[in-house]
C-alpha cells in the first residue's frame, strides 16, 4: 500500500522537487499522452514546438472563449513535456468542476498523476494540529528554480507566476479556521449529517462547500481560497497560473493541495465511521448521508478521450469513494484534529479522552 506523506517533511520535499522536475517537467510524454496531446490540437505537434502559440479548435468540447491553451511561461518555454498532458487533461475536464464530480474526478486525476510521478504523491497541509503552514520552503520558487537548475531545466520556474512567490497564506489563515470549526460544528457535530452535493447553498454539501464555498458552512471555499491565495500574481489584474483553470497543473503546489483536499475527504470518511459506532442518527447514518447525491461516472469522462488504458480502479466512480480501493493511505488521520476544532464533538472526545 502506498502510503502518502505530509511535504513538511524535507526529505519528503526534496524527493518531490526532483521526480516533478525529471519526470513531468522533462520527460517527454508516454505515446498514450502524447495521442491525447495530438487530439486535443487536431493534428499531430513536434515535441520541440511550444504549445503556448497554438490554439485548438476545442468549442464544441469546453464551450467558446476557452480555447486558448495560455501563454504558460511565455514564449520561452519550448518543449512539450509529460506535464502539458495533465494540464491539457484537466483543461478539457473543465466541467467537472462546481459539480459533485469535483472530488472523486481529481481524486482519480492523482492517482494518474502519481504514477509518473514515481513516488506516493505528497500533501501540503495548509493547516493541522499546528495551525496555519505556509508553502514549505522547498516549494517556494526561488528553491524549485535552484533545484531545476541543477538538473538542467533553467526555464520552468522562472517563469511561473504566484501572488507570493514565498507562499505567504497571511490572512487566509482565519478563513481556514472557520471553514474546519463552521463546517464540522454545523453540519456534523449538531448531529444533522452533511450530503455530498446541493444546489441549495442553505444545506450543507460536502463536496461544493469545500471547493467553493456553500452559505455558512464553509465562508472561503478551502479549494478555491488556496488556489486564489497562492495562485494570483502580484501584478495588477494578472492571475497567477495556480488560479487559471487551464493552466493550474503547471504549479507543484496544485498536486500537493489537491492531495490535502482528498486527504480531508478521506478522514471524512473516517470520521463519519467512528462517530456513527456511538452517536447514531435516528434517519439513518452519517455515512449514507454523505453520500446522497454521489456521482455515477467513468473517468476521465472527457471528450477526446486519452487513447489507451487506464488502471481499471481509477475509472468508475463507483470505486474513488474509498482510498482503501485504491490502494493508497495517508500517514496521519488527524481525526483529533478534526473533532477538537468543533466544540460540539465534546462527547465523543470524552469517549476517546475519558
Known sequence: MIIRQNIKDSNVAKMFQTNFINNLVVKKPNARQQAFIDNFFDSPIDPTTSISTEVPSLSNVIGSGQQQVGSFLGEKYTKVTCIHYFVLLHKVAKRHHNSENFLPWHRA??????????????????????????????????????????????????????????????????????????????????????????????????????EQGTGSISPGGMHNAIHGMVGRSSSPNTLGHLSRIAESPFDPIFWLHHAYIDKIWANLDQLFAFWDQFFPLESGTRMASLYKGYPNFNYPSINPLPSGDLPPTIKSSSNLRSIATLDYNYDHSWLDLWIKQAPGFKPLVDHIEP
Request: net charge negative.
Open 109 to 210: 486525476f492523482l492517482a494518474e498523476f502519481e504514477e509518473d510521478l514515481g513516488m506516493p504523491l505528497p500533501y501540503w497541509a495548509w493547516f493541522d494540529e499546528s495551525g496555519v503552514n505556509d508553502v514549505p520552503i522547498e516549494l517556494t520558487l526561488s528553491e524549485l528554480q535552484k533545484t531545476a537548475a541543477d538538473l538542467g531545466e533553467t526555464n520552468y520556474f522562472a517563469n511561473l507566476k504566484r501572488f507570493n512567490p514565498d507562499g505567504k497564506l497571511g490572512s487566509l489563515s482565519k478563513e481556514i479556521q472557520r471553514f474546519f470549526k463552521g463546517f464540522l460544528q454545523d453540519a456534523i457535530a449538531n448531529n444533522t449529517g452533511v450530503i455530498w452535493f446541493s444546489d441549495d447553498s442553505s444545506k450543507p454539501a460536502f463536496s461544493d462547500s469545500i
